[in-house]
């Protein structure tokens, strides 16, 4: 079992610890499904797209991580036990690929649907890398969220590079991931918004 990190307590800690709830995947998730979703279809119809793909990207794993976290079987919201991180990544699994399955059933606009399919995708190899090393989810979800903004609004907001950094920045200062680890999520979540989003949409 990992040992709880020692952060030492400061300003520096401060801010980390803000733009690392502030960054949180749940929190990134749901602000781009919904941003997408509006985006895709326009007016309160994609809004409503974006809410119900919501639900499953992030609401369903979210409320039970939080559950996890109330009966003492998690540690924390952000999963920084890796043999924790498991079973949490598995139901967000289950609950992004039904979620998928649903959306296509019913009809959801593209953009929506290969949102949803790239979240499936990066939590398959989440799971994966999970088992054996403790990747940067935070900076997976930030990085993939930064691509898929830049596909969609277009290279204006390639100026929003540099808060990837702040994002692994503060993943660091609280002794929650290594550099590597840090980078490596990076690199994956580009990635999988590259190669999935990309085409899909």
């Not at 794993?61 to 079987?73: H, K």
Request: charged fraction near 10%; aromatic fraction near 4%; avoid cysteine.
């Amino acid at each position: 079992m990992e040992a709880e990190p020692v952060v030492p307590v400061g300003v520096a800690t401060r801010v980390a610890r803000l733009v690392t709830e502030v960054t949180a995947p749940a929190v990134l998730v749901t602000g781009l499904t919904v941003v997408i979703g509006w985006h895709g279809a326009g007016g309160a119809r994609g809004l409503a797209w974006g809410l119900l793909a919501t639900v499953f990207a992030a609401g369903v794993p979210f409320a039970y991580i939080l559950g996890g976290v109330r009966r003492g079987r998690l540690t924390d919201h952000h999963l920084g036990r890796r043999e924790q991180r498991r079973v949490p990544l598995l139901l967000g699994l289950a609950s992004a690929a039904a979620g998928l399955a649903l959306l296509a059933a019913l009809g959801a606009p593209r953009p929506v649907l290969a949102l949803v399919a790239a979240g499936v995708v990066g939590l398959v190899v989440a799971v994966a890398v999970s088992h054996w090393w403790k990747m940067s989810i935070h900076s997976a979800v930030a990085a993939g969220t930064l691509v898929v903004l830049v596909l969609t609004f277009g290279p204006r907001l390639l100026p929003a590079v540099p808060l990837l950094a702040l994002v692994g920045w503060s993943r660091v200062r609280l002794r929650d991931h290594t550099v590597a680890q840090v980078v490596v999520g990076a690199l994956v979540g580009g990635l999988v918004a590259g190669l999935v989003y990309a085409p899909l949409s």
